[in-house]
């Protein structure tokens, strides 16, 4: 078999930039400070502070607040101190003034001076009242605060001191002209020892001084930076150059930054030993020239210079700038400190530290495209040149020639699979098994699924299920699991083209589809969906970290999407992304966290592995009922009179100042939330009651401190408080019972008045009703008796029998309607014999449990007889039947005769009176259509 060895022919370094973050600058406006920033700190609130020279400002992210003006003290401010725990500050100046200012409301604690005028250097806040101030020239200072005074503390060793700080175990070291200096306060006293030259510290004049855990890391004044373990130095920083150690903070990613005097920002990672210089994405003048560094709890690092300006970077978003003129599209992190670069004219190999890149060998001519690491090789894909090997540590190159159908093709993508290696490439899928020795690769084609090994296939994914996710040009998403090949397309979507795919932690696949939109293959229902994110511009590539968030590289930007997509944040313009030309899918993972993204003229390094993505802060920063300013951090008692409330509302959120906006609501008198922009609340005349002020950032519902509350009652007035209340309602409810009783009597004396009227007049309608009937029905039975005597026998009896009911009922004011009817059964009888049966009586009634007054259906048909003809011509129908709910009719067709009878009126009228004798019942008479009726209320159970 013939190899196609390409050796490296040529080797060259080209100068590069060092490493590159983008710097935004905030100009202090302010004519009458000329003196530069000397300090910044993060209030407990996150708020930051930034000191001048002479005066002290609040910074929101866009907008300086002056809150105390330290003009009258003498000389400049050369040191501070922030005591998070009282929240505290402590200032010192050139000519010995400290001053000290509680924060909550910038209010004055108390003032020293040194009686030297020696200029303070740095301060040490203790946690028993104790205060430690270091000086340039008249040596350790202490400060009892309690007693308020100040005092030497007497040592041999130094009286120039630049710096102290406090490693948490009692031990306090100083960074003075004169080397280290070991402060032991364990026992109570102060116990020196001083390290240097003859422990290995080249350099005994030494600026700053940092303790992390077990390490001591010192800048000296011209021999860079070393490292103590507590008996010998060690440097780690060899060839410095820089000039002085002005400052070193240490980042969350635990390497540490030095502010020097000749190189600006230096960073330095201790573990490699190396060290490079920090430039700006937006300056060609190369170095920085901040005056002090500030790194708070996040990625941000804050500079302040002597220009009278505050900049800021985010740490964990770095570029490499190479100047060789060849487009980057894929990077792969070969040791830490070194990277490949495949560039349209060759691969480079790029030492991040020595800011150097040489050509590999005669790679000028090819064309790469994507990276795939190996054991001991990391293989190439190139545009019309197949794959290329490239070995380790000697980076010589190699290709395959004998695959001619590969090498034909493009071959854009690459991943493992245990020992498979598979190949996304213009004319389909490849795959081969790769051991150690790879000089031999047997390339095949995948042919057993005919989508797949025709079409293009921008992107693989291995997951880690082991399954194989192709991203195809126009079949969506394609899934490789146990020798079975399933595709995924959004509903009524046949045609999808997907770029680029990546892993979340919870086995979803996400994946960019051609039209800039992101996509989701769930998991479990193993459905796809786009509709969760879709960008302004197009998308390139996709990464994740371990248990963390997706991003999303694009032009112009990176997003970064929330765990369940609920919120999405940009790295934009206002990050140095302007210009961003992400390359596509030219994305490598190291293991610790590292992201290198290619972007044609320059590599991103994104630290993914710290989760510390900036939350934004809201905060009350100043509360007054009426004219009086209250403590914003306590419940209080308001009197009814204090009832107008100001809030001054405060929010920062310093990676995306211009976003902030306020939502606030007053719980007890709001419903909803209310929106402004504004940084003052009031509400007027407010009503007595509990009331909970709060305030949120609008759009950042999810972050962990959007939201501040302040709670607050305002009193009742005293004729408002439940005890006068009470005793008020005491002596009404006194009277009103008084009135009561004296009522209730007379309603019970008036009741018992109308009762007696009532069974009087009852007594009288009965009396009545009596002799009435018992004269209608004798004028019957004469008429019998003359007629037919042996019918006047059935009829007495008959006669007998009704009138013995109405007897037994002569006590009842009410009974059933079926009994009713018995009677009137008897009665018709008794009419029939005189009237040859020329009256019929019918009934339609739906509830026969419905009551009336005794003798009420008799007295109505009586009453018909009395007024119509009845004969066998015209005989007398009454019909009884349900009205309405209400009232049932009794009704009769008017067939009046010729010679009536006169009326007494007497019937119809004493059942009008019964029934209003029982209730709020009412009988009504109608007469028309040629029918005389009498509408009877209905009486139930319930209403008796």
Same mark, same amino acid.
């Given at each position: 078999?013939?190899?196609?060895?390409?050796?490296?022919?040529?080797?060259?370094?080209?100068?590069?930039?060092?490493?590159?973050?983008?710097?935004?600058?905030?100009?202090?406006?302010?004519?009458?400070?000329?003196?530069?920033?000397?300090?910044?700190?993060?209030?407990? #609130?996150?708020?930051?502070?930034?000191?001048?020279?002479?005066?002290?400002?609040?910074? #929101?992210?866009?907008?300086?607040?002056?809150?105390?003006?330290?003009?009258?003290?003498?000389?400049?401010?050369?040191?501070?101190?922030?005591?998070?725990?009282?929240?505290?500050?402590?200032?010192?100046?050139?000519?010995?003034?400290?001053?000290?200012?509680?924060?909550?409301?910038?209010?004055?604690?108390?003032?020293?001076?040194?009686?030297? !005028?020696?200029?303070?250097?740095?301060?040490?806040?203790?946690?028993?009242?104790?205060?430690?101030?270091?000086?340039?020239?008249? !040596?350790?200072?202490?400060?009892?605060?309690?007693?308020?005074?100040?005092?030497?503390?007497?040592?041999?060793?130094?009286?120039?001191?630049?710096?102290?700080?406090?490693?948490?175990?009692?031990?306090?070291?100083?960074?003075?002209?004169?080397?280290?200096?070991?402060? #032991?306060?364990?026992?109570?006293?102060?116990?020196?020892?001083?390290?240097?030259?003859?422990?290995?510290?080249?350099?005994?004049?030494?600026?700053?001084?940092?303790?992390?855990?077990?390490? %001591?890391?010192?800048?000296?004044?011209?021999?860079?930076?070393?490292?103590?373990?507590?008996?010998?130095?060690?440097?780690?920083?060899?060839?410095?150059?820089?000039?002085?150690?002005?400052?070193?903070?240490?980042?969350?990613?635990?390497?540490?930054?030095?502010?020097?005097?000749?190189?600006?920002?230096?960073?330095?990672?201790?573990?490699?030993?190396?060290?490079?210089?920090?430039? &700006?994405?937006?300056?060609?003048?190369?170095?920085?020239?901040?005056?002090?560094?500030?790194?708070?709890?996040?990625?941000?690092?804050?500079? !302040?210079?002597?220009?009278?300006?505050?900049?800021?970077?985010?740490?964990?978003?770095?570029?490499?700038?190479?100047?060789?003129?060849?487009?980057?599209?894929?990077?792969?992190?070969?040791?830490?400190?070194?990277?490949?670069?495949?560039?349209?004219?060759?691969?480079?190999?790029?030492?991040?530290?020595?800011?150097?890149?040489?050509?590999?060998?005669?790679?000028?001519?090819?064309?790469?495209?994507?990276?795939?690491?190996?054991?001991?090789?990391?293989?190439?894909? %190139?545009?019309?040149?197949?794959?290329?090997?490239?070995?380790?540590?000697?980076?010589?190159? &190699?290709?395959?020639?004998?695959?001619?159908?590969?090498?034909?093709?493009?071959?854009i993508a690459m991943a493992k699979q245990r020992d498979t290696l598979w190949l996304a490439t213009l004319g389909g899928v490849y795959f081969t098994t790769w051991t150690e020795t790879i000089s031999d690769l047997s390339i095949r084609k995948l042919r057993s699924y005919e989508q797949l090994s025709r079409n293009y296939v921008y992107d693989i994914l291995v997951a880690k299920n082991n399954n194989v996710y192709f991203a195809t040009d126009g079949d969506g998403l394609a899934e490789l699991n146990s020798g079975r090949i399933s595709y995924f397309h959004e509903p009524n979507t046949e045609n999808i083209q997907l770029y680029s795919i990546a892993e979340a932690s919870n086995g979803d696949i996400w994946m960019i589809e051609s039209a800039n939109k992101l996509c989701r293959l769930n998991s479990v229902s193993k459905e796809l969906d786009c509709t969760f994110h879709q960008s302004r511009t197009e998308? &390139?590539?996709?990464?994740?970290?371990?248990?963390?968030?997706?991003?999303?590289?694009?032009?112009?930007?990176?997003?970064?999407?929330?765990?369940?997509?609920?919120?999405?944040? %940009?790295?934009?313009?206002?990050?140095?992304?302007?210009?961003?030309?992400?390359?596509?899918?030219?994305?490598?993972?190291?293991?610790?966290?590292?992201?290198?993204?290619?972007?044609?003229?320059?590599?991103?390094?994104?630290?993914?592995?710290?989760?510390?993505?900036?939350?934004?802060?809201?905060?009350?920063d100043e509360v007054r009922a009426g004219r009086n300013q209250l403590d914003a951090g306590i419940k209080h008692q308001l009197r009814h009179t204090d009832n107008t409330m100001l809030f001054k509302i405060g929010g920062h959120f310093y990676s995306r100042a211009e976003n902030i906006a306020f939502k606030y609501k007053l719980a007890g008198h709001d419903e909803n939330w209310l929106e402004t922009t504004g940084s003052t609340v009031v509400y007027s005349k407010l009503p007595p009651g509990e009331y909970q002020f709060s305030i949120a950032l609008k759009g950042f519902e999810n972050s962990k401190d959007d939201r501040a509350s302040f709670s607050f009652k305002i009193r009742k007035p005293i004729y408002l408080e439940w005890y006068f209340i009470a005793l008020m309602i005491g002596l009404i409810a006194s009277f009103v019972y008084l009135i009561m009783r004296f009522r209730e009597a007379q309603i019970?004396?008036?009741?018992?008045?109308?009762?007696?009227?009532?069974?009087?007049?009852?007594?009288?309608?009965?009396?009545?009703?009596?002799?009435?009937?018992?004269?209608?029905?004798?004028?019957?039975?004469?008429?019998?008796?003359?007629?037919?005597?042996?019918?006047?026998?059935?009829?007495?009896?008959?006669?007998?029998?009704?009138?013995?009911?109405?007897?037994?009922?002569?006590?009842?004011?009410?009974?059933?309607?079926?009994?009713?009817?018995?009677?009137?059964? #008897?009665?018709?009888?008794?009419?029939?014999?005189?009237?040859?049966?020329?009256?019929?009586?019918?009934?339609?009634?739906?509830?026969?449990?419905?009551?009336?007054?005794?003798?009420?259906?008799?007295?109505?048909?009586?009453?018909?007889?009395?007024?119509?003809?009845?004969?066998?011509?015209?005989?007398?129908?009454?019909?009884?039947?349900?009205?309405?709910?209400?009232?049932?009719?009794?009704?009769?067709?008017?067939?009046?005769?010729?010679?009536?009878?006169?009326?007494?009126?007497?019937?119809?009228?004493?059942?009008?009176?019964?029934?209003?004798?029982?209730?709020?019942?009412?009988?009504?008479?109608?007469?028309?259509?040629?029918?005389?009726?009498?509408?009877?209320?209905?009486?139930?159970?319930?209403?008796?």
């Amino acid at each position: 078999m013939k190899y196609i060895i390409i050796h490296i022919v040529s080797f060259f370094s080209i100068s590069v930039s060092a490493q590159s973050v983008y710097i935004t600058d905030f100009p202090i406006h302010e004519d009458y400070d000329q003196t530069g920033v000397k300090n910044i700190f993060e209030r407990n #609130d996150g708020m930051l502070h930034v000191i001048t020279g002479v005066n002290l400002y609040a910074f #929101d992210g866009i907008l300086y607040k002056r809150v105390l003006s330290l003009d009258s003290i003498k000389g400049k401010i050369t040191a501070a101190q922030y005591d998070n725990v009282k929240n505290e500050l402590w200032l010192g100046s050139s000519q010995g003034d400290i001053m000290a200012f509680e924060l909550t409301n910038y209010g004055w604690i108390g003032a020293y001076q040194m009686t030297s !005028g020696t200029m303070v250097t740095d301060f040490l806040i203790g946690d028993k009242n104790t205060l430690l101030v270091s000086t340039n020239g008249d !040596g350790l200072h202490k400060i009892d605060v309690d007693n308020k005074s100040i005092s030497p503390v007497l040592d041999n060793t130094s009286q120039f001191i630049h710096e102290i700080v406090e490693d948490g175990n009692n031990i306090v070291w100083m960074a003075t002209d004169d080397g280290l200096v070991r402060v #032991d306060l364990s026992n109570g006293n102060f116990s020196f020892s001083r390290f240097g030259r003859q422990h290995g510290l080249d350099d005994e004049l030494v600026y700053s001084v940092i303790c992390q855990g077990d390490r %001591t890391i010192v800048g000296t004044y011209e021999k860079g930076i070393f490292e103590f373990d507590g008996s010998q130095f060690s440097s780690i920083t060899s060839s410095w150059a820089e000039g002085r150690v002005v400052e070193i903070i240490k980042l969350i990613d635990g390497t540490y930054l030095a502010l020097t005097e000749n190189s600006g920002l230096i960073h330095i990672n201790a573990s490699y030993g190396r060290f490079e210089k920090i430039r &700006s994405w937006t300056s060609d003048k190369g170095n920085l020239n901040p005056a002090t560094i500030f790194s708070g709890n996040g990625s941000l690092v804050w500079m !302040g210079s002597n220009n009278r300006s505050l900049s800021k970077f985010n740490y964990n978003i770095q570029a490499y700038l190479p100047n060789f003129e060849a487009e980057i599209q894929a990077v792969c992190d070969v040791n830490g400190s070194s990277l490949l670069l495949g560039t349209t004219k060759g691969i480079y190999l790029f030492d991040v530290y020595e800011n150097k890149s040489q050509l590999l060998g005669a790679s000028s001519n090819i064309n790469v495209v994507c990276f795939e690491p190996l054991t001991s090789h990391i293989l190439a894909g %190139t545009f019309d040149n197949g794959l290329i090997s490239v070995s380790l540590p000697d980076f010589k190159l &190699s290709g395959y020639p004998e695959h001619r159908e590969l090498e034909r093709n493009s071959v854009i993508a690459m991943a493992k699979q245990r020992d498979t290696l598979w190949l996304a490439t213009l004319g389909g899928v490849y795959f081969t098994t790769w051991t150690e020795t790879i000089s031999d690769l047997s390339i095949r084609k995948l042919r057993s699924y005919e989508q797949l090994s025709r079409n293009y296939v921008y992107d693989i994914l291995v997951a880690k299920n082991n399954n194989v996710y192709f991203a195809t040009d126009g079949d969506g998403l394609a899934e490789l699991n146990s020798g079975r090949i399933s595709y995924f397309h959004e509903p009524n979507t046949e045609n999808i083209q997907l770029y680029s795919i990546a892993e979340a932690s919870n086995g979803d696949i996400w994946m960019i589809e051609s039209a800039n939109k992101l996509c989701r293959l769930n998991s479990v229902s193993k459905e796809l969906d786009c509709t969760f994110h879709q960008s302004r511009t197009e998308m &390139s590539s996709l990464f994740t970290c371990e248990n963390g968030p997706l991003y999303v590289a694009r032009l112009g930007a990176i997003d970064r999407v929330s765990e369940g997509v609920d919120q999405v944040f %940009t790295f934009g313009a206002e990050h140095g992304f302007e210009q961003f030309v992400p390359s596509l899918n030219g994305v490598d993972k190291s293991p610790n966290g590292v992201v290198y993204l290619a972007a044609q003229d320059r590599v991103l390094k994104i630290n993914t592995a710290i989760d510390d993505f900036e939350q934004p802060r809201v905060f009350i920063d100043e509360v007054r009922a009426g004219r009086n300013q209250l403590d914003a951090g306590i419940k209080h008692q308001l009197r009814h009179t204090d009832n107008t409330m100001l809030f001054k509302i405060g929010g920062h959120f310093y990676s995306r100042a211009e976003n902030i906006a306020f939502k606030y609501k007053l719980a007890g008198h709001d419903e909803n939330w209310l929106e402004t922009t504004g940084s003052t609340v009031v509400y007027s005349k407010l009503p007595p009651g509990e009331y909970q002020f709060s305030i949120a950032l609008k759009g950042f519902e999810n972050s962990k401190d959007d939201r501040a509350s302040f709670s607050f009652k305002i009193r009742k007035p005293i004729y408002l408080e439940w005890y006068f209340i009470a005793l008020m309602i005491g002596l009404i409810a006194s009277f009103v019972y008084l009135i009561m009783r004296f009522r209730e009597a007379q309603i019970t004396k008036e009741k018992e008045m109308e009762r007696v009227k009532a069974e009087r007049q009852y007594e009288v309608l009965k009396n009545q009703l009596n002799p009435h009937f018992l004269f209608n029905a004798f004028n019957t039975l004469v008429s019998y008796i003359e007629e037919d005597p042996k019918i006047a026998v059935e009829v007495v009896e008959r006669l007998s029998d009704f009138y013995r009911r109405i007897l037994e009922l002569k006590d009842t004011k009410l009974i059933k309607i079926s009994e009713e009817l018995e009677l009137l059964d #008897d009665y018709t009888f008794l009419l029939n014999k005189r009237f040859n049966d020329n009256l019929s009586v019918t009934t339609d009634i739906d509830n026969y449990n419905l009551f009336l007054p005794p003798m009420t259906l008799q007295i109505l048909v009586e009453n018909a007889v009395k007024h119509n003809i009845l004969s066998n011509a015209k005989p007398l129908k009454v019909e009884i039947a349900d009205y309405n709910q209400k009232y049932l009719i009794v009704k009769n067709k008017i067939e009046k005769k010729r010679s009536a009878e006169q009326s007494t009126g007497i019937g119809l009228q004493n059942i009008k009176n019964r029934f209003a004798l029982l209730g709020d019942f009412v009988m009504r008479v109608e007469q028309k259509d040629g029918y005389f009726s009498i509408l009877l209320p209905k009486i139930r159970q319930q209403e008796i």
